[in-house]
């Protein structure tokens, strides 16, 4: 029996709250926010023990042994074998950056589109991780770029989400739908809003990506990054013609959580572009009552702002 423990980095499909985002206001007089924005949770598998020619082939495919790879498939091995989470030597492979284990994999036949017990395929895998060369060999074999997990995440979102901007390229290259939403109704524009990604917020606005879509709460990607702090993206957004005063579910605005996190520049933004300054959430508060600074205080009285 071959024993091996591995620790790669495999997509799960579960998110975590975005702990930072307002809700009404408690005892403690701070805010925080109840929208659950999409940002991916990583959760480490290990593979166990290994009894079997398939098993074997998703340890080589781990370890990056290229010469037991290829005297496995010579065997006659199946190309397409799993481990107990429902993923392929091939999905192995892309995960580390094995880019000839890779490619020796698809020269075999190893299904493109193979999906784990979770819905994440080999693509979403590469596109986690960026891994160019083996997103670029992926699409070349008919990855199919729109294929979603249970929660309705797309590799175009997961891309976004890490930063990838080549990888985000090359699948609106490939004319991958730009404006999915996933289950929360969360996009990859306001992914990239929260995770501040400036680079691939302007790639997706410049691909036409909708400005003012919401979240099942009401978040747009204008209050996320708003409330973030930052401020290029915002000022990216607004130029696109975001809608300034939009107020989620809770009444809250982008101008309100801007001035919440003491974020002076964005609020300086905002008011520029005519932002309303009384505009209340659903407890009545409006940003003045948010105020962190002074300054920021100022600058609200100054274009109308009253208790």
Request: charged letters at 20%; zero cysteines; glycine letters at 8%.
């Amino acid at each position: 029996m071959n024993d091996h423990s591995g620790s790669g980095k495999l997509i799960h499909d579960s998110f975590y709250p975005q702990s930072r985002f307002l809700m009404k206001q408690k005892k403690s007089k701070l805010l925080s926010f109840a929208w659950v924005i999409l940002v991916l949770s990583l959760m480490i598998f290990t593979s166990t023990s290994h009894s079997s020619d398939g098993d074997d082939l998703v340890e080589a495919a781990h370890t990056g042994n290229l010469s037991k790879v290829r005297t496995l498939l010579k065997k006659g091995i199946d190309v397409d074998a799993k481990d107990s989470v429902g993923a392929t030597a091939l999905m192995i492979a892309s995960e580390f950056g094995h880019e000839k284990i890779v490619q020796a994999l698809l020269d075999k036949g190893a299904q493109v589109n193979h999906q784990r017990k979770d819905g994440v395929t080999t693509l979403m895998i590469a596109s986690q991780e960026g891994h160019e060369v083996i997103v670029q060999a992926l699409l070349d074999k008919g990855a199919k770029i729109d294929h979603q997990t249970k929660n309705g995440v797309t590799a175009l979102m997961i891309a976004s989400q890490n930063g990838h901007e080549k990888i985000v390229q090359a699948l609106l290259d490939k004319g991958v739908k730009i404006d999915h939403q996933a289950k929360n109704d969360i996009t990859a524009l306001m992914i990239a809003s929260q995770q501040g990604y400036e680079a691939i917020v302007r790639v997706l606005l410049d691909k036409g990506a909708k400005i003012d879509y919401q979240s099942n709460q009401g978040a747009t990607a204008l209050m996320i990054a708003s409330q973030e702090g930052h401020e290029v993206i915002v000022q990216a957004l607004l130029d696109k013609g975001a809608k300034i005063d939009h107020q989620a579910k809770n009444g809250v605005t982008a101008l309100i959580l801007a001035t919440s996190y003491g974020h002076e520049a964005i609020v300086r933004a905002l008011l520029a572009k005519g932002a309303k300054v009384n505009l209340r959430e659903n407890d009545g508060k409006p940003a003045l009552n948010y105020a962190k600074t002074q300054q920021i205080q100022k600058l609200l009285k100054a274009a109308g702002a009253t208790e």
